[in-house]
């Protein structure tokens, strides 16, 4: 096989600067974002970059049928890697770079690799074909021309690979031969008795076809939507090293920018995101805005902040001002994401968790909230009450905060006192105002009688956690009250907090620390747990609530990982383990009331909280568990509208414990 060095020197060189040079200006355009330290306890971002990526622990752990194939494929390509960087450094020096130069043992083991990664990266190019033909996924760019392009270059470098040692095995010039089991066949089937000529004019051919589409495909990365070839990698090292419970904290100074209004606000990280994601429509499959037909789709807001970036980014470099808005749509639909959607979001957290290269959506979404609440007074309606009664009297139905401890005088409550009382019950909003969840209330409040708990409340002096402003994007507000509630609790002396509410949980835990402060916090449903497995709680025995159907609250569990402490208490009264839904743990799907939706209309689509009652509901269930006042409000609310109130009853954990109280 004759190559022209010449000539391939200089396309090598042309190709590899202007693939220089794109990689240049699409990955510069991320140094527009803010600041931020991805940098720190390398060794174990090594590591986990090793166990996500390199094992493919996303790709093949979860119940995806093309799972595997993508991971087969992606094995195949690192082989790969090797040969192809091989291949392409040969062509500059054929007499002094190549992989036949060593030992036989290591090269004949190479090329038995190269040959057999090869040939299974074909077939698995071949199934990704199919599927995008016969088994398509939601999303209509499963059949777009980019992606049939890239598994058409990948097709095309496998077959120039085959053509390529098949010419020299027949030619008699490949010595590692009988270890290409692939090639062989298909010299033996195809080109036997051909020509040494015509087969060294094949393998040059094929050699060529083979270095001109590695080059074009090298070249073709940077302005396709398989970009995430260059950026999941590095993604992933760069994830956060922490569950993504919360959103990055405001400082309110005169001068600063709230909110993200344009594509510049958002931090490095997250434009880098745009560039990783693979656009496996994984989390859309997942959201449940998208599930039940709201403008929301995780996977085109990532796609339109890409698009944002790479339209108005060269601009701002410039200093020039953006043309296409981030926020409110776009001539095309591309690039710009639509107040709806912003709106529609319930920060269930489902999408972040089945991203395999580490995608953070919700704290995205909730700063373009604060950009429509802070920056532009643009958000619906029903949330101007709401922030108003939040102000004003610090909770959401602006309800006087005398009432507060009315719930308390059935048992005559004592107040939390400083040195003395070991743990705060922090009631929460709704545990304190809502008829139903007053009842979920009385019944913890007996339960930590029962178990000798030190307990007290605030009364009157408690206030809202701010969860919901936070998640709305009213951050000043949320700061304010964040500032009151942590003097207060110093104050006081509380350092351990009881809650009924996920919400107030995660909160006073994961976003509070941003203050500095580190309280001991505990959900109803792991205390209760406690108890029980202490032996500190008498139970009469076991009771019988029909087929139980347990339901994971999204703050409770995806946000902070309590799973099995409801379980096991359920398991404890009834003598059984709950009934599961088809989507439970941490793919559990959401009841439609977090990220603030629980304040707010919902006109758009079928209503969240009748799919989740409707898929409870294909369990036959008599009592549906949950841990949430949200989710207590969302269920009863399903029920009503389904007509099934009569026979299905909604409890709290807590309630089916202090029912079975000696």
């Known amino acids: 096989m004759s190559i022209n060095t010449t000539t391939y020197i200089g396309i090598f060189v042309i190709a590899v600067v202007m693939f220089g040079w794109s990689c240049f200006r699409r990955f510069r355009l991320v140094t527009l974002g803010k600041a931020e330290n991805r940098f720190h306890q390398v060794g174990r971002r090594l590591r986990d970059t090793i166990s996500y990526c390199f094992f493919q622990r996303c790709s093949i752990s979860r119940s995806y049928p093309f799972g595997l194939n993508h991971a087969v494929l992606f094995w195949c390509f690192m082989v790969l890697l090797i040969a192809n960087t091989e291949f392409l450094l040969h062509g500059l020096a054929p007499d002094y770079i190549s992989l036949s130069k060593l030992p036989e043992g290591a090269y004949f083991t190479l090329a038995c690799f190269f040959d057999i990664a090869s040939m299974l990266a074909l077939i698995a190019v071949i199934l990704a074909v199919i599927r995008r033909l016969a088994f398509p996924p ?123 209004g344009r594509v510049a606000q958002f931090r490095w990280k997250d434009l880098f995101d745009s ?88 704290p995205k979404l909730v700063g373009m909230r604060r950009d429509l609440v802070e920056t532009k007074a643009t958000f619906p309606h029903e949330l101007l009450a709401l922030f108003e009664n939040m102000e004003q009297r610090s909770n959401p139905w602006g309800i006087a905060p005398s009432d507060r401890a009315k719930w308390a005088s059935e048992i005559n409550a004592r107040p939390f006192e400083t040195d003395k009382t070991e743990y705060l019950f922090y009631v929460g909003c709704a545990g304190a105002f809502d008829a139903r969840e007053r009842q979920v209330t009385l019944a913890i409040a007996k339960i930590l009688e029962a178990g000798g708990v030190s307990w007290g409340i605030l009364g009157r002096d408690e206030k809202c956690c701010g969860d919901s402003l ?142 989740r009652t409707e898929e409870a509901l294909k369990e036959n269930p008599k009592t549906i568990c949950v841990c949430c006042p949200y989710c207590m409000t969302m269920f009863e609310d399903g029920l009503k509208d389904i007509g099934s109130e009569d026979k299905v009853q909604v409890l709290d954990l807590s309630e089916i414990v202090a029912g079975a109280l000696k």
Not at 301 to 306: E, G, L, P, Q
Request: glycine residues 10%; proline residues 4%; neutral net charge.
């Open 138 to 260: 939601e999303y209509i760019e499963a059949r777009s021309g980019d992606a049939f392009a890239i598994l058409g270059l990948v097709a095309l470098l496998m077959i120039a690979f085959f053509g390529t040692h098949a010419s020299e095995i027949g030619g008699g010039t490949e010595r590692a031969a009988q270890y290409m089991p692939v090639s062989g066949f298909l010299a033996a089937t195809f080109i036997s008795g051909t020509s040494a000529t015509t087969l060294e004019t094949s393998a040059t051919i094929f050699w060529w076809i083979h270095a001109l589409t590695l080059l074009g495909f090298l070249n073709y990365l940077p302005y396709s939507k398989h970009m995430h070839i260059l950026a999941s990698i590095p993604n992933v090292f760069f994830r956060s090293m922490e569950k993504v419970t919360t959103q990055p904290r405001e400082e309110f100074k005169k001068g600063n920018i709230f909110g993200i």
């Open 470 to 611: 936070r998640r709305l994007g009213n951050e000043f507000v949320f700061d304010r009250m964040v500032r009151e509630n942590i003097k207060m609790f110093k104050d006081r002396g509380v350092k351990k907090i009881i809650t009924q509410c996920p919400h107030c949980f995660s909160t006073l835990k994961n976003d509070y620390r941003q203050y500095g402060v580190e309280l001991e916090v505990v959900h109803h449903a792991q205390f209760i747990s406690e108890l029980i497995k202490d032996g500190k709680l008498k139970l009469n025995g076991r009771k019988d609530l029909g087929n139980v159907v347990f339901h994971d609250s999204c703050y409770l569990g995806r946000y902070n990982g309590i799973y099995e402490a409801p379980r096991e208490v359920v398991v404890s009264i009834t003598g059984q383990a709950p009934a599961e839904m088809k989507r439970h743990h941490d793919r559990s799907f959401c009841c439609g009331a977090g990220g603030g939706r629980m304040w707010m209309e919902e006109a758009i689509g079928k209503r969240i909280h009748l799919e």
């Open 275 to 362: 560039y990783a994601c693979t656009e496996c429509g994984r989390c859309s499959d997942v959201c449940p805005a998208t599930s039940t037909g709201k403008p929301l789709n995780p996977r085109l807001v990532i796609h339109d902040i890409k698009v944002n970036l790479l339209e108005n980014g060269p601009r701002l470099i410039n200093n020039e001002q953006p043309e296409l808005p981030l926020i409110g749509g776009s001539e095309n639909g591309q690039g710009s994401v639509s107040e709806d959607a912003v709106w529609a979001c319930t920060t269930c957290g489902g999408c972040m968790e089945v991203c395999p290269v580490f995608i953070e959506h919700v």
